[in-house]
C-alpha cells in the first residue's frame, strides 16, 4: 500500500511540475498579433515579426496587401491590432473617422521606387523615358486606385511627359508584390515597384529620382478597439527603436531623420 502511495505522489508531482512549466513557457504564453501591412514592407516585416517574437514573446500574424484595400478591410471592422500604410493619407483619413488611436500615429519611413526587369531581359531599362521603346509592350505598376506606390509610379509618369504614350502597355497589378511577379514570371518586359523589393529579388532594377512624385511616407497606427493594444504599441516602438531601424534600412527604407538615398 506504501509503495502505491509513492507511485500516486510521484505521479502527482509529475503533473505539477508540467503544469508549472507550460504556464511559465514562452508557447503557451504567447499572444498574437495581427498586423494589417502595406505589401511593400513583404520582407522587411517578415523579419521584423521574428525578431519581435524572439525577443518579446508575441506572435505577430501579417495580413500584407495594398493600402487602400487594407483600410477598406479596417473600416468595415476586420479584426485588425495595428495597420502599416504605405503612406500617411490613409491612416489620416481612418483617424479622422475615429478608428485608430490618434497618438501612436508615426511615419516609420519613406518608400522608392524602382525600375525592374529580368536579369535574362534583352532590354536595359534605365530611366523612364525607356519605357516609350517600341519594343517595351506591356509595363506593370501597381493599381494607382488604392496603391500608393502605383500612385506613385502614375506621378513619375506624367511628371517625365510619357504617361500618355504608356498608358495602353499599363498592366495592373493588385498589389505591388503582385506587380513585381508580373514582371518575373515574363508577362510583363518592366515593372515600376518597390525598392525594398527589388533589393531581395533576382532581377536589374535603377532607382527612379525621388523628385519625380510625391514623398512615400509611410505611417502606422494602433487599431482603436484591438484588444491586444498594448502589444500592438510595443510592436510599434520596436519597428522605430535600434534593431527594427536597422532591419528597416537593410531593405531600402529612409528612416525619419536620415538622409534621402540617391
Known amino acids: 500500500m506504501a509503495q502505491i502511495e509513492i507511485v500516486k505522489l510521484v505521479a502527482l508531482s509529475a503533473l505539477i511540475l508540467v503544469s508549472a512549466c507550460n504556464r511559465h513557457s514562452p508557447v503557451a504564453n504567447h499572444k498574437e498579433l495581427t498586423v494589417a501591412a502595406a505589401a511593400d514592407l513583404a ?3 517578415e523579419e521584423l515579426g521574428r525578431e519581435f517574437q524572439a525577443t518579446h514573446q508575441i506572435k505577430v500574424v501579417f495580413s500584407f496587401g495594398s493600402t487602400g484595400l487594407l483600410a477598406k478591410q479596417i473600416e468595415n471592422g476586420a479584426p485588425m491590432d495595428l495597420f502599416a500604410a ?19 500615429r508615426t511615419i516609420y519611413a519613406r518608400g522608392r521606387i524602382t525600375l525592374w526587369t529580368r536579369k535574362d531581359s534583352p532590354q536595359r531599362i534605365e530611366k523612364i523615358s525607356d519605357l516609350t521603346r517600341p519594343e517595351v509592350k506591356r509595363i506593370a505598376i501597381a493599381n494607382p486606385d488604392h496603391a500608393p506606390y502605383g500612385t506613385a509610379a502614375r506621378e513619375a509618369l506624367q511628371h517625365v511627359g510619357v504617361w500618355e504614350n504608356v498608358k495602353s502597355k499599363l498592366v495592373y497589378g493588385e498589389n505591388i508584390r503582385q506587380t513585381l511577379q508580373y514582371a518575373e514570371t515574363g508577362n510583363v518586359e518592366v515593372a515600376i515597384v518597390a525598392l525594398s523589393l527589388s533589393l531581395r529579388s533576382d532581377g536589374q532594377w535603377f532607382l527612379i529620382p525621388e523628385e519625380l512624385h510625391k514623398p512615400l511616407d509611410q505611417a502606422l497606427a494602433v487599431i482603436k478597439g484591438s484588444k491586444n493594444e498594448r502589444e500592438a504599441r510595443e510592436f510599434a516602438q520596436f519597428v522605430m527603436g535600434s534593431q527594427g531601424r536597422e532591419i528597416m534600412r537593410k531593405y531600402g527604407f529612409t528612416l525619419p531623420g536620415e538622409s534621402v538615398v540617391r
Open 43 to 45: 520582407p522587411a516585416f
Open 86 to 104: 504605405a503612406n500617411t493619407d490613409y491612416i489620416d483619413q481612418l483617424d479622422k473617422q475615429g478608428l485608430v488611436v490618434s497618438d501612436t
